[in-house]
């Protein structure tokens, strides 16, 4: 029988293969996973300090890893931030630690949450769903990685209107099936 984490780490994984990958939402997170370069870490902290902490130690294990061995992390918060806009108001303090380690344009953090919700967007506005998560999720991205990525993709630009429109389309049963956690009764 497997543990708490081990469960919640295994829907993460889900996450990442069935709708990042799956669906194309991130059409360069293919490579990394075949490569087995992506490092996901459940995280059982419930204080902010904690995940700055974190941070810190998960930017010193990409500064002293090789890309060839760890190309990304993604840091899942299970007992963090039920509440979007907490998690919301808290993501600057990740962009002010970047630049307090000197490593503002080296990573990038990008966010998710089963909560998110888009500038100017409704709650229940599908679009939404692109940066749904199993929970709140920080994650660290090599920006020489991304600047590569982008340079090989022949419309970068596109990729978020791409996504917004394959969840406008995508039918109600996949959505069921691809975000469990949003649709529990």
């Known amino acids: 029988m497997l543990r708490q984490s081990e469960r919640q780490e295994v829907l993460v994984w889900q996450w990442i293969d069935e709708v990042v990958i799956g669906l194309n939402l991130c059409p360069f997170a293919a490579y990394p996973r075949r490569k087995n370069q992506i490092r996901v870490h459940i995280s059982e902290v419930t204080e902010e300090s904690d995940v700055l902490a974190l941070l810190v130690d998960e930017l010193i294990r990409l500064d002293e890893t090789s ?34 380690c000197d490593r503002d344009g080296v990573y990038q953090i990008a966010s998710f949450h ?19 998560s199993p929970y709140p999720i920080l994650h660290l991205i090599r920006e020489e990685s991304v600047e590569i990525a ?20 995508m039918p109600l049963e996949q959505r069921k099936r691809l975000f469990p956690w949003l649709f529990k009764s």
């Not at 089963?114 to 749904?132: A, I």
């Open 67 to 100: 890309v060839e061995l760890l190309e990304t992390t993604v840091l899942a918060f299970p007992n963090m931030w039920p509440d979007f806009l907490d998690y919301n108001d808290f993501l600057w303090q990740t962009e002010r630690l970047l630049t307090e």
């Open 114 to 132: 089963p909560g998110y919700q888009f500038s100017g967007t409704e709650v229940e506005d599908v679009s939404n769903l692109t940066n749904r």
């Open 150 to 169: 982008l340079e090989k993709h022949p419309n970068p630009d596109a990729i978020p209107f791409t996504n917004i429109l394959r969840m406008r389309s």
